[in-house]
């Protein structure tokens, strides 16, 4: 399925029933391709869940490095949450832990995280490079009052994000 994603984005198509009619149109091909006679495609109700479920991350490295293009994140119309947690059990032990999370404010499905070492204002430079490296410096976001900095605010706003 998600072979056939990358091929439905790579022939143009970018919404969800595009990418569901290129896949059912072309499931014979996709078999063949992918060697997997068996393969059949997923429902367009469906698609959406499974794509939700895609590190997309993750898989635009590994489209980077086969084939030298990076798909943009084009899902725009969510809000996401960026905040640091400290990891519980770690603040009795003296050795404070802390994860920084992205997550999505409508499917409350996690998209991207950070490690974070030291204070909470080492917080901010971890967000940046979390909103840089994720791409979600494009989206809508919502960071806590300490991030309301005019480095992170550019940075998103200069990526076309609010």
Known sequence: MVAGVVFAIFSGRSK???IFRYLRNRIEWLREVTQHPEA???SRAHLPRLLARVDWVELNTLIDQHFGVQV????THDWVAIDGKVLRGTLASGDKQSVVFAVSHASRTLLAQA???GSKA???PVVRDLLTHSQLEARKVTLDA???H???TAQIHQAGGQ
């Not at 943009?72 to 899902?75: N, T």
Request: glycine content about 4%; proline content about 9%; overall charge negative.
């Open 72 to 75: 943009e994140l084009s899902a």
């Open 115 to 117: 490690p974070m070492h």
């Open 122 to 124: 080492s917080e901010i």
């Open 40 to 42: 059949g495609v997923v």
């Open 146 to 148: 300490h991030h309301c």
């Open 150 to 152: 005019p480095t992170t």
């Open 16 to 18: 969800v029933s595009s």
